[in-house]
């Protein structure tokens, strides 16, 4: 699509991949058979065995679903050799990172640079009217250019005195649990890939554009920063049918949230904010909204037409925040392997 991506369709596909097998990807509700294992039967009542990590030395950022040369035939690099090996080269790179080494910078190319100068531009000029006030006064603090494509290590940095945050590098998607655990300990886990240069207003799968543009602001404000570490606390220890619901929760605010804001309805998550498309089809107030409960069953992540068809609205952010602090008291964690 010219005027927008499809946001993360191929995202869907692989995080519904790794959903547990009683859980059914395109459903809300989840058998309640579900554990982290398989138990026999003289076992089934025997509670699952999770790996609860102790610091983000502990979350493996190893386990990625897609990456690299491993795309899909409507991918619109996938027959592009070069640009494959371009990707496996950067993925490669962030495998060998270790946590509290400074973050590998990447030579991009001017091709690259003018893909982000591309997106970057457009999207500035949705910003004023279509993102939330968090969201505009967090960006200038990055000093985003469509000169130059910004790095890891120096984003990080900026994110750490604004929140608290950092920013780890990845190969490419996570498998929910890792990249959910690791927000636990205010680490947001980014790719460092471009997206390819026929579409530079579409991307598959997360890219530099989307971690950088749609997630780092909003993780700059500090309420907001809480609110997703929330979630990654409530992934500590949750069972296989309690990542799942966690990972629906993610989407439907982190990812594609939105928020009242003086009687409007602002965006601000990562793949409205990422996505020329679908900002502006946010803001024409097509899709349906409602309330966001992170006790409901989510529904399934689907779209209409490329974009959500449905959005879930906060009536503040501390009121997110309080919300997702009383859902993730209220799970109980499976056994520890410790």
């Not at 400074?102 to 100068?117: F, Q, S």
């Not at 009536?315 to 997110?320: K, P």
Request: with cysteine; aromatic share 10%.
């Amino acid at each position: 699509m010219a005027s927008g991506r499809r946001n993360l369709r191929r995202a869907v596909v692989l995080v519904a991949a790794s959903a547990p097998p009683s859980v059914d990807a395109n459903s809300s509700s989840t058998s309640s058979s579900s554990t982290a294992t398989a138990p026999s039967k003289a076992s089934s009542s025997a509670p699952s065995i999770v790996k609860i990590p102790r610091s983000i030395h502990e979350v493996d950022n190893g386990k990625i679903l897609g990456f690299g040369a491993e795309l899909s035939e409507d991918h619109p690099g996938f027959h592009d050799e070069a640009y494959k090996q371009r990707r496996v080269m950067i993925a490669n790179i962030a495998r060998q990172h270790e946590v509290g080494e400074p973050i590998p910078r990447i030579d991009y190319t001017p091709e690259e640079v003018a893909v982000w100068g591309t997106a970057l531009s457009k999207l500035k000029a949705l910003f004023p009217s279509h993102a939330c006030a968090e969201f505009n006064a967090a960006l200038p603090k990055f000093n985003f250019r469509e000169d130059e494509v910004p790095q890891l290590q120096d984003i990080s940095e900026v994110l750490q005195l604004s929140s608290g945050w950092q920013v780890r590098p990845v190969a490419g998607l996570m498998h929910p649990r890792d990249f959910l655990n690791g927000l636990a300990f205010k680490y947001f886990h980014s790719t460092q890939y471009m997206r390819h240069a026929s579409k530079p207003h579409y991307t598959p799968e997360p890219d530099v554009v989307h971690e950088l543009i749609g997630h780092v602001p909003m993780l700059a404000d500090p309420t907001f920063a809480e609110m997703v570490q929330a979630i990654g606390v409530a992934s500590l220890g949750a069972d296989e049918k309690q990542i799942w619901h966690l990972t629906k929760v993610y989407w439907y605010t982190v990812e594609f949230g939105v928020v009242r804001e003086a009687g409007d309805i602002k965006a601000f998550g990562s793949g409205i904010l990422s996505s020329f498309g679908e900002l502006e089809y946010m803001g024409q107030g097509r899709a349906e909204l409602a309330p966001f409960d992170p006790f409901s069953a989510q529904p399934k992540m689907s779209y209409k037409d490329g974009y959500q068809k449905r959005y879930f609205v906060l009536d503040s952010f501390q009121t997110g925040l309080d919300q997702l602090r009383q859902f993730a008291a209220s799970i109980k964690p499976g056994v520890s392997a410790r």
